[in-house]
């Protein structure tokens, strides 16, 4: 047991993943943005459809809202000025972290403007806004900047780390493990999902645009309680095959695959897209494309899960 806790804990890995996790991750949430731009008055300033106080009304403490954010600003600025200010921001501050500039700072600003928005439109925000701050929150607490980026070009001995690539690629797979581990445990632990009730119910949502309308093309039940099973299975033991070696792959894809289905099944990209950033960053990188694990000596008894 020793020993293979010294050999998942002191494996060798490459920075790839985290350059991937650092541009995958700034692309989706500026793709994110810029897909409510013109949107951004509508669901978030004093204009919203919904008002700002309903959105708030069930809040137990304060919190730095994107109202608050504008109405600061507008102290130097008129109300369109101040939008504007925070709509390219926001933008800034992704590109900042996609080309690697000081992008644990910028990650902590964008974390805090992110917020902002699922504190003041809470009736909008779903999985992929949680996953989101999770992941900026990833950005600062990794050597971001260190790899394949401006920062290291322009001050490549400020931009110097010497943290464990290890941790980071250990927390991150944690992490992962953890989420889909107690998402699948929850859905076993009820009945909608041993049925099929909640895949036949997702897919029949009168307002949901799909790709794929595959509640008007399938009415047997039994293809809705497999893909429920299907989904508990892969979540439920995703801790344990994508921790092995030789169901590493399999699982990886079936995840990915899943992840794709609910995309065009239920038009979730952004949540999936994200999802899918997490699982090629734990378990692809350093495992499967060309720049593998640094060599090492490792103990052969180890050599089947890592």
Same mark, same amino acid.
């Given at each position: ?18 350059? #991937? *996790?650092?541009?995958?991750?700034? @692309? /989706?949430?500026? +793709?994110?943005?810029? $897909? &409510?731009? !013109?949107?951004?008055? =509508? ?57 690697? #500039? *000081?992008?644990?700072?910028?990650? @902590? /600003?964008?974390? +805090?403007?992110?917020? $902002? &928005?699922? !504190?003041?439109?809470? =009736? ?57 581990? #107690? ?124």
């Amino acid at each position: 047991m020793k020993t293979i806790t010294n050999s998942i804990f002191s494996k060798p890995f490459t920075p790839d993943f985290i350059v #991937f *996790f650092r541009i995958a991750t700034g @692309i /989706i949430i500026l +793709i994110h943005f810029l $897909s &409510f731009w !013109k949107d951004f008055d =509508l669901l978030y300033t004093n204009n919203s459809i919904i008002p700002l106080e309903l959105h708030t009304i069930y809040g137990t403490y304060n919190v730095l809202t994107v109202e608050s954010i504008l109405a600061f600003f507008n102290n130097f600025l008129d109300n369109h000025q101040s939008i504007l200010l925070f709509k390219f921001s926001y933008i800034f501050l992704c590109l900042m972290i996609i080309s690697g #500039f *000081f992008s644990r700072l910028s990650a @902590i /600003i964008l974390i +805090i403007l992110q917020i $902002s &928005f699922i !504190k003041s439109g809470s =009736l909008f925000f779903y999985g992929a806004d949680f996953f989101t701050s999770m992941s900026l929150f990833y950005i600062v607490i990794f050597p971001s900047s260190s790899y394949f980026s401006i920062q290291k070009k322009l001050f490549p001995l400020f931009s110097e780390s010497k943290q464990s690539l290890t941790l980071c690629k250990r927390l991150i797979q944690i992490h992962l493990c953890l989420a889909y581990f #107690f998402s699948g445990l929850d859905k076993i632990l009820g009945f909608n999902w041993w049925n099929g009730e909640s895949v036949w119910k997702a897919v029949h949502l009168p307002n949901l645009y799909s790709y794929i309308e595959i509640g008007n093309h399938i009415q047997n039940p039994l293809f809705y309680i497999i893909l429920g099973w299907g989904v508990i299975i892969i979540e439920l033991f995703y801790p344990i095959f994508i921790n092995i070696n030789k169901t590493r792959k399999i699982w990886l894809m079936l995840t990915i695959s899943m992840h794709l289905g609910i995309i065009l099944s239920f038009n979730l990209f952004f949540f999936s897209s994200i999802m899918i950033v997490w699982n090629l960053t734990s378990y692809y990188f350093n495992y499967y494309h060309e720049n593998k694990t640094i060599s090492t000596h490792s103990h052969p008894s180890a050599s089947g899960i890592y």
